[in-house]
């Protein structure tokens, strides 16, 4: 099949899309935090407004995202992440260069530009549609290597301005960007884009028809949910480690630790794949990442306990991005990879650049940190019940049972969770509800031919036992008799 086979991946790419990631990741991103007091005190602009334009800057890498998702999938990544990287230098220097806040405003809007160009979504789409079927083995090694961004580009920050100022440590990063992802991406991505393998015997509804269809709008807001809950208690950990009595460095320790436990659950993601199935997977991680909020909620301490617990949030959190990365793979096949993930994602990346602000506007609150944390695993618990719920319906083929009756099929293994198989299920409903189904099986020769619930005779198709739908007549069937014979 076209894409997977290893003629059709370059060798380079995934290395090259390792050290990119981690170059792009620590400039644009992880960097600013370390910059941020110093850009204040030396400008003299508030810690909000200056935080302001980091935070529109990730606005519109979400909405950019979703064109440049669509270009994706027809050019593939060389022009795309090439560009982006071109784009991310220029913001940086337009940044350090900006004289006034609306100068400085407009240079991270272009970098937000080049976030969405160069970071994980554009390098997911690149390796899914070369490694397939293998591709969650090389989007693991990504996030490991991506998961190293802050470890290694904030203490090279933190060093760059001791001496520099922040203007001059903002030039000397470009200058790193300049000779790192953008000479990578534009040799090391410039490969053949295969075409998107098709399924045999199935038919794909099309982008359009998946992206407004009931099962993507329900997951798309359960990652929303579950996204603006992640960000808010990354960045409200440390308040709540304070108010219980830890100092502010054991507090930063809560969250690097976590940090080591997001690298911990990405290795354990391939695992978790193989022994689950799509729907119980994507449930079962969303309602662990709302049980270790509510854990965070309820445990007084001692900081050890809390700390333990930091680190198993982490490790949802880990796996959450690995989650999202396969989500549209898992349910649909590589085909409009590029703008389904962008749409899927968008909503919840602009959740994740507005939740430290929800969370600070909400001042102080009865009760303290430890109330809105028992808000923020609520709001993971519906969104887990709304990633069951997104597993129901067809778009082409809804199933109208109930939902009791849907999970028992499931159970049974009457939903198709692989959209490259052949053999499918009477029901024409796949595992996660995106791709209709044929109603055929791969039939031996010389047997009849099942369609719509009749043989090839016209004799009606009989219940099957174990909820898979309508199955061919038995051998004895006086039709079947005559076409072996």
Known sequence: MTGSGDRSRPRAALPALCATQITGWGILYYAFPVLLPHITADTGRSTPA?????????????????????????????????????????????????????????????????????????????????????????????????????????????????????????????????????????????????????????????????????????????????????????????????????????????????????????????????????????????????????????????????????????TVRGNLTLLQATAVTDRRGTTAYGRLTALLTAPATVAGALAPWATAALGPRPGGTPVMFAFLAVASGAAAVLALASAGTNVANSDRRPMTARLLQFRRGGWRSDPTRTATTGTGVSAAGWQPTARTRRRAPGTTRQVAGQTSRGAPAQPSSSGEGPRRTSAASPAVSRSRR
């Open 50 to 314: 200056t935080t302001a334009a980091f935070s529109a800057a990730l606005l519109v890498s979400a909405l950019a995202g979703i064109p440049i998702g669509r270009i994706l999938d027809r050019i593939g990544p060389h022009i795309v992440m090439t560009t982006g990287s071109l784009i991310g230098v220029a913001a940086l220097i337009a940044a350090a260069l900006a004289p006034n806040l609306p100068v400085f405003l407009a240079a991270w809007l272009l970098a937000g530009t080049a976030m969405a160009a160069t970071f994980y979504q554009p390098a997911f789409a690149a390796l899914t549609r070369w490694h397939q079927p293998d591709h969650v083995r090389a989007l693991t090694t990504l996030t490991l290597a991506g998961g190293l961004a802050s470890t290694v580009f904030a203490p090279i920050t933190a060093a760059l301005a001791e001496h520099l100022s922040w203007r001059g440590t903002y030039l000397a990063l470009a200058a790193i960007l300049a000779v790192t992802a953008l000479p990578l991406h534009a040799v090391a991505l410039c490969h053949p884009w295969p075409p998107p393998p098709r399924a045999a015997g199935s038919a794909a509804p099309g982008e359009a028809s998946t992206a407004r269809s009931r099962p993507f709008i329900l997951l798309a807001t359960a990652f929303t949910l579950s996204g603006f809950a992640m960000y808010a208690v990354v960045f409200n950990i440390v308040p709540l480690l304070t108010e219980r009595g830890s100092s502010p460095t054991t507090a930063a320790w809560a969250l690097g630790l976590g940090g080591l436990g997001q690298t911990l659950g990405r290795t354990l993601y391939a695992a978790l794949a193989r022994r689950t199935t799509v729907t119980i997977r994507t449930t079962a991680i969303i309602a662990a990442g709302g049980a270790t909020t509510a854990l965070l909620a309820a445990v007084p301490g001692p900081a050890a306990l809390l700390i333990a617990i930091a680190v198993l949030a982490g």
